[in-house]
């Protein structure tokens, strides 16, 4: 089973659920392009990172007895959207499992994949299934926006939009969230 990232609720809304997220360690990737296509262009980056692509590994031409095998880290979910500061930007991120620390984890082979730690954060949450599409992600965007500040509660950062199942699992059964972080 796939480790999912860890979140405590704190409050429930009619229209979102208020989370408090740990500090946790991810991999991520700054694409350029449109929202449905950037992350089949960041994922086999990321998951060749996953797979051992990393600067840990002994270089070529050092002597030694036995070169190990790179060590995979396991995949989580899920895979998290957010548009970058610049213009037309997508940041493609996967949280590492949570057993991964600072002193664990391993520098990217691929210059684009870079990895940095996550502050602690609150946040409020909507889940919905079905395809995670623009259109959809961008209206219950929308929808989460207003129902935080009715509640209110003020937006600090940028949406992170959630994805939890692969492409091949049938739409009906896909879970996706879009996530907005809220000022405490």
Known sequence: MTEEQPYRVVARHSAFELRRYPAHLAAEMLVEG???GVAREALPPLAAYLSG????RPRPGIARVRE???????RTA????EE???PGCWL???VMPADVTPATLPEPADPRVRT????EQLAAAVRFSGRGTATEFDRRATALGRAVTAAGLQPAGAIRYARYDPPWRPWFLRRNEVVLPVAE
């Open 34 to 36: 449109e929202f449905d």
């Open 53 to 56: 692509a990393d600067r840990s």
């Open 68 to 74: 190990a095998a790179p060590k995979a880290i396991p």
């Open 78 to 81: 899920p895979v998290v959207q």
């Open 84 to 86: 970058s500061d610049r």
């Open 92 to 94: 493609v991120r996967l």
């Open 116 to 119: 940095r730690e996550i502050p």
